[in-house]
C-alpha cells in the first residue's frame, strides 16, 4: 500500500522552461513534504520542504505547492536547467513518527536542449 | 555538506551467505540511522531505524532476524543480511540523522547494490 505517489515515471521538458512533478500522498497524518534530487550512484539530496500550514514554499528556482484537501503536492522548476536531469522523489513525515520519511518511487526528468 | 558513506558500494554474493553493509557519517555524529531498500523502478522502502546504543525498529513485514542492525558508535551502523537469497537482490540506501537535527538534515550514503547469486 503505497502511501506516496508519484505517478509519472518520466518527465521531459525543454531547457528554459518549467518542469512540473507531481505527487499524492494517502496518509492524513503527513504533516511535512520533502522533495530529493537524486543523480546515479549517488545518494538522495535534499532539495525543498514544505510543512502542512503551508500552501507553497520557494527557494529560487524551485517552488513547493501543497494542497492538503487534495493530499497533493508538486514541485516547480522554472527555468529548467539541463543539470536539474535527475530522479526527483517525493517524501512525506508525520510528527509522530520519530523523523520515518515515506517515499514515492520517483521521477525521471530529462531536460532537453 | 554533510556526509554518509556505504561499503560496499556494490556487492555479489552466492545464496545462502551473509553481507556485512556498513554506514557511516564522516563528518557528524547521527544518533538515528535509517536503512532503506530500493527496487528497480520503486521507492525506497524503509526497513528499520537504527539509534545508537539501542535495538533497531524494524517496519512491518521486514524480518529482524534477517535483516541484522548494529549501531554501535554514533557514526557507525551495518546492516548484515543474514543467509542472503536471490530475492534479496535490491539496492540498499542508509541515511544519517544529526543529533537534534530536522527532517532535513537527514542525509543519505550512495547505497549498495547487493546481488545474491
Known amino acids: 500500500d503505497q502511501q506516496v505517489k508519484q505517478n509519472s515515471p518520466s518527465l521531459s521538458v525543454q531547457e528554459g522552461r518549467i518542469s512540473i512533478l507531481n505527487c499524492d500522498y494517502t496518509n492524513s497524518m503527513f504533516d511535512y513534504f520533502l522533495w530529493y534530487k537524486k543523480y546515479p550512484a549517488e545518494g538522495p539530496t535534499f532539495l525543498i520542504s514544505?510543512?502542512?500550514?503551508?500552501d507553497k514554499n520557494e527557494d529560487g528556482r524551485f517552488t513547493v505547492f501543497l494542497n492538503k484537501s487534495a493530499k497533493h503536492l508538486s514541485l516547480h522548476i522554472v527555468p529548467s536547467q539541463p543539470g536539474d536531469s535527475a530522479v526527483y522523489f517525493c517524501a512525506a513525515s508525520a510528527r509522530s513518527s520519530a523523523s520515518k520519511i515515506i517515499f514515492g518511487s520517483g521521477t525521471r526528468l530529462s531536460i532537453r536542449p | 555538506g554533510a556526509v554518509v558513506s556505504q561499503h560496499p558500494s556494490r556487492v555479489i554474493c552466492k545464496s545462502g551467505t551473509s553481507v556485512k553493509i556498513e554506514c557511516r557519517s564522516l563528518?557528524?555524529?547521527?544518533?538515528?540511522m535509517f536503512w532503506y531498500r530500493q527496487f528497480p523502478k520503486q521507492s525506497l522502502m524503509l526497513m528499520a531505524t537504527?539509534?545508537?546504543?539501542?535495538?533497531?525498529?524494524?517496519e512491518q513485514g521486514v524480518e529482524k532476524d534477517k535483516f541484522l542492525i548494529n549501531h554501535a558508535s554514533l557514526t557507525l551502523s551495518t546492516l548484515t543480511v543474514t543467509s542472503a537469497h536471490p530475492e534479496d537482490s535490491s539496492f540498499y540506501i542508509c541515511?544519517?540523522?544529526?543529533?537534534?537535527?530536522?527532517?532535513?538534515?537527514?542525509?543519505f550514503g550512495p547505497g549498495t547494490r547487493l546481488l545474491v547469486l
Open positions: 514544505i510543512s502542512s500550514i503551508k
Open positions: 537504527s539509534n545508537e546504543g539501542s535495538k533497531a525498529t524494524y
Open positions: 541515511s544519517a540523522q544529526r543529533l537534534a537535527g530536522t527532517l532535513e538534515t537527514q542525509y
Open positions: 563528518d557528524f555524529q547521527a544518533t538515528t
